[in-house]
């Protein structure tokens, strides 16, 4: 089936501009996660969502970062004044809770930002 | 708190040969999950394997294998018969099953380039 999809794939723009960056998640997954990772770096938790719960919004580094998700599906991930220390891969990533242990997170391509 | 140390930046193997990525962790609750991803230069995160805090067994998945030392708090990646797609960053990742923490954390990664 369908793996997780990002858009846009690339995206540059200049400080001060605003972005949204979005993710389509697998089919019938309840929980979605985006991730930032800077250049040869790890992966940083950005937000979380699970079903109608409300969002797990502790690792945004900055109140110019906010996320919804619509529908239980598709989330937008918004960057507002963007900085040049924003410039990252944004990735997104869907799973499936059956409360039994393990949760395998399943990852999109990502989204490379730029901030010129 | 907890923390991923992946201490090997890079790695070289061989082509058909073994090769071990090594992760320790840090936390101090007793259910946790361990994972590896693998990160091609494409970008997009492929889980690899996963290995329970209370599994009894390493996991094993075709040629990725887990040796996990729980009292050690290490959760090595063993790769057998490296071919050159392995080539690829590595990452270790670590989720905590209580206190409401839903993310995972990951390591800095290693990079294994396998040589022809």
């Known amino acids: 089936g369908a793996g997780v999809s990002q858009s846009p794939s690339n995206k540059v723009t200049e400080k001060g501009k605003d972005v949204e960056l979005r993710c389509d998640p697998i089919s019938g997954h309840t929980a979605l996660y985006w991730y930032r990772q800077s250049l040869g770096q790890g992966l940083e938790f950005l937000i979380y969502f699970q079903g109608n719960s409300a969002p797990d919004k502790s690792g945004l580094p900055s109140d110019r970062f906010s996320a919804e998700r619509t529908g239980g599906s598709v989330s937008t991930l918004t960057i507002q004044r963007t900085q040049q220390e924003d410039s990252a891969v944004y990735l997104c990533a869907s799973s499936f809770l059956t409360g039994a242990g393990q949760e395998t997170q399943y990852f999109g391509p990502g989204t490379r930002l730029l901030v010129l | ?116």
């Open chain 2, 1 to 116: 708190a907890q923390k991923i140390t992946q201490t090997q930046p890079g790695m070289f193997v061989q082509e058909k040969e073994a090769v071990t990525l090594d992760c320790t962790y840090d936390t101090s609750d007793p259910s946790y999950g361990l994972f590896w991803y693998k990160q091609p230069s494409s970008g997009e995160m492929i889980f690899l394997i996963y290995q329970g805090s209370y599994d009894q067994q390493n996991a094993t998945e075709g040629r990725y294998s887990l040796n996990f030392q729980k009292a050690r708090k290490s959760a090595n990646l063993v790769i057998s018969a490296s071919q050159l797609g392995d080539s690829a960053m590595y990452f270790c990742a670590m989720k905590l099953f209580s206190g409401g923490y839903n993310k995972l954390i990951f390591g800095a990664g290693t990079r294994l380039a396998v040589h022809p």
